[in-house]
């Protein structure tokens, strides 16, 4: 992994209030949502982690004793069923006396749609934002939703899971705002179930807030000099922390993550690699690295890994950090030609 010099730790010192009682029954479904929960939670209890390790929430299969867990949850986080479909059924059949929190329904989020087929330059990122605050009304969508942040937030939100028909990109945890509307939603939802702890939730949320806008501004300072270098992602996850940083991703070799590319995929996206002069090609943990090999072979382009789950690395409060860092400094790399 290359090195990325960036601010140490993670957040600023949390769970600093004494808990009233420990809060067990949480549960997360990705570890980047894992982290958040852990965080805000700080020490009145640590959640529960399903889809663990290298695992992918788009082809992952429910073990026996995770069903137990969730018959056993009082509190369940989750993207929601456009991200974690293997979900929907266990949730409903199982946690149906647990709260089932979908942080995709946070209000606050900036969403971007998907994107049709694996290259991306005919896209006009200007307009793809939605707001989760705005109303399905409103036609222009500013693009970074900063002139929507105060606006009162008067309805439930679940019409805003797709705006005017179109599909929205669910990865939305890579953009640290959208990261510090779901903290709060996550404060919210541990302090009803919670009374007692409530004090404690909302306090660390304030304080992890801080910290995801602290490690917005070290990321963006840290790209800030490779941002006109184009590359290409195994599949199109990472156009949240692409458009907040202001990166060129040229396309993906997958169109769906649940399919591995065939040969003329393949053919196709070494023939995009030269055409649009790509200085990288990036790879997830959860895949074979041999389709790198083929894309990158008799060009000059470099390889590298990406990994937005944080597949690899500890599971803990300061996870997300570590995954956002562990992101720019391998972006950073890879395209300054480093290592």
């Not at 958040?36 to 399903?50: H, K, R, Y």
């Amino acid at each position: 992994m290359r090195s990325l010099v960036l601010a140490v730790g993670g957040f600023l010192a949390i769970g600093a209030l004494s808990p009233a009682m420990a809060m067990d029954g949480v549960v997360a479904s990705i570890k980047p949502v894992y982290s958040l929960v852990a965080a805000v939670m700080g020490d009145t209890g640590s959640p529960e982690l399903i889809v663990e390790g290298a695992g992918s929430p788009h082809t992952y299969s429910l073990k026996p004793s995770q069903a137990r867990m969730l018959e056993n949850a009082k509190l369940v986080f989750w993207i929601g069923h456009d991200l974690e479909a293997f979900l929907e059924k266990p949730l409903e059949t199982l946690s149906h006396d647990a709260q089932v929190v979908a942080l995709s329904k946070a209000e606050g989020l900036k969403f971007l749609e998907l994107r049709e087929g694996g290259t991306f330059e005919g896209h006009d990122h200007g307009h793809e934002g939605h707001d989760q605050d705005e109303h399905a009304e409103h036609e222009d969508h500013d693009a970074h939703g900063e002139e929507h942040a105060d606006h009162d937030h008067d309805h439930e939100g679940e019409e805003h899971a797709h705006h005017h028909g179109e599909e929205i990109d669910v990865h939305i945890w890579l953009d640290p705002r959208n990261a510090a509307a779901m903290v709060q939603a996550i404060a919210d939802a541990l302090a009803k179930a919670d009374p007692g702890n409530a004090e404690t939730y909302l306090s660390n949320a304030d304080l992890l807030t801080v910290s995801l806008s602290r490690l917005e501004d070290e990321i963006g300072e840290a790209l800030a000099p490779v941002h006109t270098r184009s590359f290409i992602v195994f599949h199109d996850a990472y156009q949240y922390f692409e458009q907040r940083f202001g990166l060129h991703v040229a396309g993906s070799v997958t169109v769906n993550p649940e399919v591995m590319p065939g040969a003329e995929r393949i053919a196709e996206i070494h023939a995009k690699v030269s055409e649009v002069n790509s200085v990288c090609v990036f790879s997830e943990p959860q895949f074979e690295p041999k389709i790198l090999a083929a894309i990158t072979e008799g060009t000059s382009t470099h390889s590298g890994t990406l990994d937005p789950l944080g597949a690899s690395l500890e599971d803990g409060p300061n996870l997300y950090f570590t995954l956002m860092r562990n992101m720019a400094a391998e972006i950073r790399g890879c395209l300054a030609g480093e290592g």
